[in-house]
């Protein structure tokens, strides 16, 4: 069984689908090790403007596969160390990509789950999607970088209520409190993101990688910082061919075909 499911679509957009809906798409090991391959083949190919990761069936994710928790004793804290870290490194893997990823969270994104969708530039849900990081009270730290992702996505006093408390957000509310970008009926989640996806792959690559960057990690430390990065970042697009046929599809009134030269 392929635990992930890869959609190529012909303008650049690739479709990422969690396919273990019977465990409620929890990150098994060979659902793992698959996820691996594919964004180390997805930085590689210069084909791909836009990533949109889902899940299949009723949950989005389920967050990490814990059943193996219950042999505990025969690892050691530096070997179960090194295992977790490889694990988020693995996952979060996502947010090195270059071209934008969108998260589609089509129903409930728990624990590592839900910072998986987080590590995404954006966040669309479903109406009635859970979202919730409910680590203490498996007696479990905050893994999968929660501690860095809902504070910096929600802001500190979101990121602890839902960490200290438990507290369940629904998709609506989460989208108040910022922890999504939008939400969207479930009935129609896929069909508006992956409209959302088509528009962002059809902007020049160029421009949209080095804009990802500008805003990677919250976006620039002051103004002068964001000024220095713009006067070199934008020359660097005025002497694309995009910007040219960027300006000769305005003047013709059409819409561009930018090659991301």
């Not at 949209?208 to 103004?223: I, M, Q, S």
């Amino acid at each position: 069984m392929d635990e992930l499911l890869i959609d190529r679509h012909d303008d650049g957009v690739v479709v990422l689908t969690l396919n273990r809906p019977d465990r409620r798409n929890s990150m098994t090991d060979g659902m793992t090790e698959q996820w691996r391959l594919a964004v180390s083949d997805l930085r590689r190919d210069r084909d791909v403007r836009c990533v949109v990761v889902t899940g299949a069936g009723s949950a989005f994710c389920s967050g990490g596969d814990l059943s193996w928790l219950a042999d505990r004793g025969a690892e050691s804290v530096p070997d179960l160390r090194d295992r977790m870290l490889g694990f988020y490194r693995t996952w979060l893997a996502i947010a090195d990509l270059e071209v934008p990823t969108i998260a589609a969270v089509n129903g409930a994104a728990v624990g590592a789950g839900l910072c998986l969708a987080l590590a995404c530039d954006l966040v669309y849900a479903a109406e009635e999607a859970k979202l919730l990081v409910p680590f203490t009270s498996l007696g479990l730290h905050p893994g999968m970088a929660a501690t860095y992702l809902l504070p910096r996505v929600a802001g500190v006093g979101v990121a602890r209520e839902m960490l200290l408390t438990g507290r369940t957000l629904l998709g609506a509310e989460a989208a108040s409190a910022g922890l999504v970008t939008r939400t969207f009926p479930r009935e129609s989640l896929m069909a508006e993101v992956l409209e959302i996806a088509a528009r962002t792959a059809a902007n020049a690559p160029v421009a949209t990688r080095l804009t990802k960057v500008a805003l990677a990690g919250g976006g620039h430390a002051d103004l002068d910082a964001a000024l220095r990065w713009e006067s070199l970042a934008q020359p660097v697009t005025m002497a694309s061919d995009d910007l040219l046929e960027g300006l000769a599809a305005q003047r013709e009134r059409r819409a561009p075909r930018f090659g991301g030269s």
